[in-house]
């Protein structure tokens, strides 16, 4: 089974349109998960915990029925779907799961667990080989918990271990990852930016 797993959109249109179009040109039988931080929330953590009254969901964050219509698969929670959530009372940002076991790997967004100075990840206890996460919206995989550098596009056996893999941002760089659970290979991908 293949996995097309993208992560941290923030709302941005054209990056997501753009990674969406690669997936379907690279793998286009791949099942498409969401790895959360779909949405961006104008208000900022501190701010959010002096808030006394619920704010309006068009000042939280700007929600285009475009990118809207762009979520068609689906995706686990990040800590902006939770905070709009929390500074507007609007439930529909809590629908999305916390995690999500697939075949081998367990899916979470990373402000499930905690992160050093450096912005480095202190993985939680899990139960698969595989690992995979976003939140720092940095693409690499931890071999025996240490930081490696990635290459494009060449398929990472990972069926000997251990692996942590952060998927990267579609926000920023048009990151996704596809996962081939067969193979037992990782390959990460940038889609072209227009
Ligand atoms: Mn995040």
Known sequence: MKYALLGDLHGHYQHTKATLQHIKKIAPTAMV???GDLFECHIGKKKAAKLTSYIPLKEAATIKKKFVQLLTFPSIIGNQEERIAQ????SSFLQYEECFLINQATLLHGHQFEWDEDFEPNFPAYTTP???FGHSHRAAI???G????IRYRQPIYVGDGKYEINVGAVVESCDWCLYDSDQ???TFYQAPME
Do not use: K
């Open 33 to 35: 998960l969401g790895l």
């Open 87 to 90: 500074v507007t009372g609007n």
């Open 130 to 132: 595989l690992l995979f």
């Open 142 to 144: 931890y071999v025996h």
């Open 146 to 149: 240490q930081r490696t550098a």
């Open 184 to 186: 037992m290979t990782v």
